[in-house]
């Protein structure tokens, strides 16, 4: 598609105005993440400096000795670029072969460890040793000011990786439960002519209108008291729920659940209903049409709507700062411990590195699931 | 192989009767087709001898089984849809494999089988593309060759040609009546295009709102009709259709005289085809010429006459101008009659 075509081409001053319009709006939404990224990795003089440049280039944290050669700005800008080139192009095309027993979620989850590991292996390990050689080697001088350790006490000191592991539990646990219910429901919803179906629909939305706290407050006194509840049928090791990861799970996929339900309900509306009967003419049951028809051509719905549920298992606050106790806590909840009465300019520093570390994997995760997201797979499923 | 016995079979959704009290038997072999305008109930008749649709009441018996509470994978039928409904993840080759595989058809046969039906329908080059890389002939031939693949007891072909142009129909609908032919499968095709009926069908249904209108071989049908509705629905152009007045074997309308009728008297509504009259000296009709149009292979001469447009066929040289007198000849014998009120044949 090299040209245009002719009646949707615009005039120099549209594309003028809609290119100025997107960049000042790019300026404006990606500032932010930029100037955070910029403070984390500088003394926390510097990244409370009144200069933006001084900010920017940090000369304190130059100062101290620590800093980015030339070389050092290459070398990763090179690895960044390559990171995510992988991410971008090689992983969803490994899929297919990296899918153990034909799975294709295996082959998704494969392939974006190895990238992870392939980041954090190059990242922190071989590229740091390999490009210190060099600069000993070559003799070059800093330029730039940069620290890694506010990442380092984040993640070690504090035990944020302990954070990241509950996030993730929390994060997939919202995921798969969502979309397996929601595939399920949001195909039979999809597929039903019946009046249940439309008052179904109706009732998830109403779920879905209430405020989030209103569900937790509703839920708090059972979790609370969930020994004493379960006590009857799960005996004396009957768990007590509030602080647990399994207490967030289910409240997240309360408020969740109509959402996912709703969406993936339009996206199996949009494939028609011939294929399923197709199917089952050729001889499978309804649930061989399902699982061996229809579901490979959800791929797009699926990934999107995973997309959203992660995101808000992920960056939920409310719930789990509400519902879990320390030892539990998810990343986002975790950052307000850093703050206290006695917060020194460190402590806020490394907040804000701890966002910065929270911010990385949703980028990755959009840039390795973008062309999934938009794909048109049903293409030619009918005529065309 | 199987023929199909339906017996009072009827769909009905809450008020609305979409198929009424439809009884057919369907020998073995047969080709048979479905014919009607939409919304006629051909489509929902089929879709409950495919067993996508639940009949409200009656039976449908497929090769001496009832198959009323079966799934459709039970059936032993294969379809072909209108919209193709190509699985758009697989390869042509998978396509027409995939009935194979989901019914544990040992996997040594597969090969042979799949690349046996891609040949009948000439599709041995595409076997690696997607159907998305297809036109939309290559894709209907893929869905028949899935339908093919298995040798089912009963094929069901809903309007498979009705989303190709105009031409590759005509080729298409050569193949599939070659494919029958040799495959020697009870068929049951369901179209609205009365040309397709004419010349696939070993016998037609023809349908209007819910009720079989009359039942017969395409030449049955077209010679015989048996009410008004199938006179104007079979034959292009339809039959030229008047109403009028017997008295003592002569039948008058505005503009028309035709004597030697063998019919009782009072109110008639005569029938004739555009080929069976012609332009003559003198007729039983004479009018204004209303519009003459060239078809190539003849001329055809229409006339206002007995309250509607009367079409006539001349030969393919002959010109008149329009609004000029022109008289026509309409043989007793090429004269249907019927009941002006129930749009019955009266039988002579």
Same mark, same amino acid.
């Given at each position: 598609?090299?040209?245009?075509?002719?009646? =949707?081409?615009?005039?120099? &001053?549209?594309?003028?105005t809609?290119?100025?319009?997107?960049?000042? &709006?790019?300026?404006?939404?990606?500032?932010?993440?930029?100037?955070?990224?910029?403070?984390?990795v500088?003394?926390?003089?510097? *990244?409370?400096?009144?200069?933006?440049?001084?900010?920017?280039?940090?000369?304190?944290?130059?100062?101290?000795?620590?800093?980015?050669?030339?070389?050092?700005?290459?070398?990763?800008?090179?690895?960044?670029? !390559?990171?995510?080139?992988?991410?971008?192009?090689?992983?969803?095309?490994a899929?297919?072969?990296?899918s153990?027993?034909?799975?294709?979620?295996?082959?998704?989850?494969?392939?974006?460890?190895?990238?992870?590991?392939?980041? &954090?292996?190059?990242?922190?390990?071989? =590229?740091?040793?390999?490009?210190?050689?060099?600069?000993?080697?070559?003799?070059?001088?800093?330029?730039?000011?940069? +620290?890694?350790?506010?990442?380092?006490?984040?993640?070690?000191?504090?035990?944020?990786?302990?954070?990241?592991?509950?996030?993730?539990?929390?994060?997939?646990?919202?995921?798969?439960?969502?979309l397996?219910?929601?595939?399920? !429901?949001?195909?039979?919803?999809?597929?039903?002519?019946?009046?249940?179906? $439309?008052? =179904?629909?109706?009732?998830?939305?109403?779920?879905?209108a209430?405020?989030?706290?209103?569900?937790?407050?509703?839920?708090?006194?059972?979790?609370?008291?969930?020994?004493?509840?379960? #006590?009857?049928?799960?005996?004396?090791?009957?768990?007590?729920?509030?602080?647990?990861?399994?207490?967030?799970?289910a409240?997240?996929? *309360?408020?969740?659940?109509?959402?996912?339900?709703?969406?993936?309900?339009?996206?199996?509306?949009?494939?028609?209903?011939?294929?399923?009967?197709?199917? #089952?003419?050729?001889?499978?049951?309804?649930? @061989?049409?399902?699982?061996?028809?229809?579901?490979?051509?959800?791929?797009?719905?699926?990934?999107?709507?995973?997309?959203?549920?992660?995101?808000?298992?992920?960056?939920?606050?409310?719930?789990?700062s509400?519902?879990?106790?320390?030892?539990?806590?998810?990343?986002?909840?975790?950052?307000?411990?850093?703050?206290?009465? %006695? +917060?020194?300019?460190?402590?806020?520093?490394?907040?804000?590195?701890?966002?910065?570390?929270i911010?990385?994997?949703?980028?990755?995760?959009?840039?390795? $699931?973008?062309?999934?997201?938009?794909?048109?797979?049903?293409?030619?499923?009918?005529?065309? | 192989?199987?023929?199909?016995e339906?017996?009072?079979?009827?769909?009905?959704?809450?008020?609305?009767?979409?198929?009424?009290?439809?009884? =057919?038997?369907?020998?073995? @072999?047969?080709?048979?087709?479905?014919?009607?305008?939409?919304?006629?109930?051909?489509?929902?008749?089929?879709?409950?001898?495919?067993?996508?649709?639940?009949?409200?009441?009656?039976?449908?018996?497929?090769?001496?089984?009832r198959?009323?509470?079966?799934?459709?994978?039970?059936?032993d039928?294969?379809?072909?849809?209108?919209?193709?409904?190509?699985?758009?993840?697989?390869?042509?080759? %998978?396509?027409?494999r995939?009935?194979?595989?989901?019914?544990?058809?040992?996997?040594?046969?597969?090969?042979?089988?799949? #690349?046996?039906?891609?040949?009948?329908?000439?599709?041995? %080059?595409?076997?690696?593309?997607?159907?998305?890389?297809?036109?939309?002939?290559?894709?209907?031939?893929?869905?028949?060759?899935?339908?093919?693949?298995?040798?089912?007891?009963?094929?069901?072909?809903?309007?498979?040609?009705?989303?190709?142009?105009?031409?590759?129909?005509?080729?298409?609908?050569?193949?599939?009546?070659?494919?029958?032919?040799?495959?020697?499968?009870? +068929?049951?095709?369901?179209?609205?295009?009365?040309?397709?009926a004419?010349?696939?069908?070993?016998?037609?249904?023809?349908m209007?709102?819910?009720?079989?209108? @009359?039942?017969?071989?395409?030449?049955?049908?077209?010679?015989?009709?048996?009410?008004?509705?199938?006179?104007?629905?079979?034959?292009?152009? *339809?039959?030229?259709?008047?109403?009028?007045?017997?008295?003592?074997?002569?039948f008058?309308?505005?503009?028309?005289?035709?004597?030697?009728?063998? *019919?009782?008297?009072?109110?008639?509504?005569?029938?004739?085809?555009?080929?069976?009259?012609?332009?003559?000296?003198?007729?039983?009709i004479?009018?204004?010429?209303?519009?003459?149009?060239?078809?190539?292979?003849?001329?055809?001469?229409?006339?206002?006459?007995?309250?509607?447009?009367?079409?006539?066929?001349?030969?393919?040289?002959?010109r008149?101008?329009?609004? %000029?007198?022109?008289?026509?000849?309409?043989?007793?014998?090429?004269c249907?009659?019927?009941?002006?009120?129930?749009?019955?044949?009266?039988?002579?």
């Open positions: 598609m090299a040209a245009t075509i002719r009646a =949707l081409r615009q005039p120099l &001053w549209l594309r003028l809609s290119a100025s319009a997107l960049s000042l &709006w790019l300026l404006v939404a990606a500032f932010p993440i930029f100037w955070i990224t910029m403070m984390s500088k003394v926390p003089l510097d *990244a409370f400096a009144d200069g933006p440049l001084e900010v920017i280039f940090g000369p304190r944290t130059l100062a101290a000795g620590k800093g980015l050669t030339i070389l050092d700005l290459l070398g990763y800008g090179l690895f960044l670029l !390559a990171a995510g080139r992988a991410a971008m192009r090689w992983l969803p095309r899929v297919p072969s990296l153990l027993f034909g799975v294709r979620v295996l082959g998704w989850l494969i392939g974006l460890m190895a990238v992870v590991l392939g980041v &954090w292996i190059g990242g922190v390990f071989v =590229l740091p040793a390999l490009l210190g050689a060099l600069n000993g080697a070559l003799g070059l001088d800093p330029l730039i000011g940069f +620290t890694a350790e506010h990442y380092r006490s984040v993640w070690i000191g504090r035990d944020f990786w302990q954070n990241f592991l509950n996030s993730m539990q929390v994060t997939l646990g919202v995921t798969v439960i969502s397996t219910c929601g595939t399920l !429901a949001g195909y039979a919803l999809a597929r039903s002519g019946s009046n249940i179906a $439309f008052w =179904l629909l109706i009732l998830a939305l109403i779920f879905r209430l405020p989030h706290s209103v569900l937790v407050t509703g839920y708090l006194p059972v979790f609370i008291n969930s020994a004493e509840i379960l #006590r009857p049928i799960l005996g004396d090791n009957a768990p007590t729920l509030y602080g647990q990861p399994l207490a967030v799970i409240v997240l996929v *309360a408020i969740n659940q109509p959402f996912t339900i709703w969406m993936l309900r339009s996206f199996f509306l949009n494939i028609p209903a011939d294929l399923d009967e197709a199917a #089952r003419v050729d001889g499978c049951t309804h649930f @061989q049409a399902f699982r061996w028809v229809i579901m490979p051509v959800m791929w797009p719905g699926i990934i999107t709507t995973g997309l959203f549920s992660f995101l808000l298992g992920y960056n939920d606050f409310l719930v789990t509400l519902l879990l106790d320390q030892s539990n806590m998810t990343m986002v909840p975790a950052i307000a411990s850093f703050f206290n009465r %006695e +917060t020194t300019t460190t402590d806020q520093v490394q907040a804000v590195a701890a966002a910065v570390s911010t990385a994997p949703l980028f990755l995760l959009v840039m390795v $699931f973008q062309r999934q997201i938009v794909s048109g797979l049903t293409q030619g499923a009918v005529k065309g | 192989m199987a023929g199909i339906l017996r009072n079979v009827s769909k009905r959704w809450g008020r609305f009767t979409g198929v009424d009290r439809f009884s =057919l038997s369907i020998r073995e @072999q047969e080709f048979l087709v479905l014919l009607g305008p939409s919304g006629c109930g051909k489509t929902t008749t089929m879709r409950m001898i495919a067993g996508l649709e639940e009949a409200t009441e009656g039976d449908i018996v497929i090769g001496g089984r198959v009323n509470d079966l799934d459709p994978k039970d059936r039928i294969a379809m072909v849809f209108q919209s193709y409904a190509l699985y758009p993840n697989m390869t042509v080759y %998978e396509n027409i995939f009935p194979l595989k989901i019914r544990k058809v040992p996997a040594a046969e597969h090969d042979a089988r799949v #690349r046996r039906a891609a040949t009948m329908v000439e599709l041995t %080059e595409f076997l690696d593309r997607r159907p998305s890389e297809l036109s939309g002939g290559q894709r209907q031939r893929v869905a028949l060759a899935r339908a093919i693949v298995r040798q089912p007891a009963v094929f069901l072909m809903d309007e498979p040609l009705s989303n190709l142009d105009a031409k590759l129909r005509v080729s298409t609908r050569a193949q599939i009546k070659n494919l029958s032919h040799e495959l020697k499968v009870t +068929t049951i095709y369901v179209t609205h295009d009365q040309i397709e004419m010349t696939l069908a070993d016998r037609v249904v023809v209007k709102r819910g009720l079989i209108q @009359q039942v017969g071989t395409p030449t049955e049908i077209y010679d015989r009709p048996a009410n008004t509705f199938v006179a104007s629905f079979i034959g292009n152009p *339809a039959m030229n259709l008047m109403e009028g007045h017997v008295t003592g074997g002569v008058a309308a505005d503009k028309v005289r035709i004597p030697g009728l063998a *019919a009782p008297d009072g109110p008639v509504t005569l029938g004739f085809r555009a080929e069976d009259a012609a332009v003559a000296p003198s007729g039983q004479a009018a204004p010429v209303y519009t003459m149009e060239l078809l190539g292979d003849a001329t055809m001469v229409t006339v206002r006459a007995g309250g509607a447009l009367v079409a006539v066929k001349a030969p393919k040289d002959f008149i101008a329009i609004d %000029e007198r022109v008289e026509i000849a309409v043989p007793q014998a090429a249907h009659l019927f009941n002006t009120k129930t749009g019955e044949r009266l039988e002579a």
